[in-house]
């Protein structure tokens, strides 16, 4: 089983940034393929990035340019740096590991491809 925890969420105006984290409670996600996902009020949950084990990386379309994710070198901690944040942005963010070893764009397929989630980080984009 894996515990996943967000963090950095918060309130930001628009065209600020945003760095989020994730980690692992006692152990390193080098053998998962790393995924984002976010949920704004009455929408579903939908695929924002993806990382996956050899170091591909996926965005969605609406966040390419502005939206960066990584790993830290001890494979510890995986990233969401969120720039130019958007009003449109304000949603609860997840982290979430999948156990499969696919391309990065693989997981863009959505929330039924990762096996673990986090409990979300909030994200208000406001002035």
């Known amino acids: 089983q894996v515990q996943l925890v967000e963090s950095g969420g918060g309130l930001v105006q628009p065209g600020g940034s945003l760095r989020l984290s994730c980690a692992a409670s006692?152990?390193?996600?080098?053998?998962?393929?790393m995924g984002w996902f976010r949920q704004a009020p009455g929408k579903e949950r939908e695929f924002v990035a993806a990382?996956?084990?050899?170091?591909?990386?996926y965005y969605v379309d609406f966040v390419k340019g502005r939206f960066t994710i990584s790993r830290d070198s001890a494979k510890i901690t995986v990233y969401l740096q969120m720039n130019s944040l958007k009003p449109e942005d304000t949603a609860v963010y997840y982290c979430?590991?999948?156990?499969?070893?696919?391309?990065?764009?693989?997981?863009?397929?959505?929330?039924?491809?990762?096996?673990?989630w986090g409990q979300g980080t909030q994200v208000t984009v406001s002035a």
């Open positions: 006692g152990r390193t996600l080098s053998s998962y393929a």
């Open positions: 979430a590991a999948a156990r499969g070893y696919y391309g990065a764009s693989y997981y863009s397929r959505g929330a039924d491809e990762f096996d673990y």
């Open positions: 990382l996956s084990q050899s170091g591909g990386t």
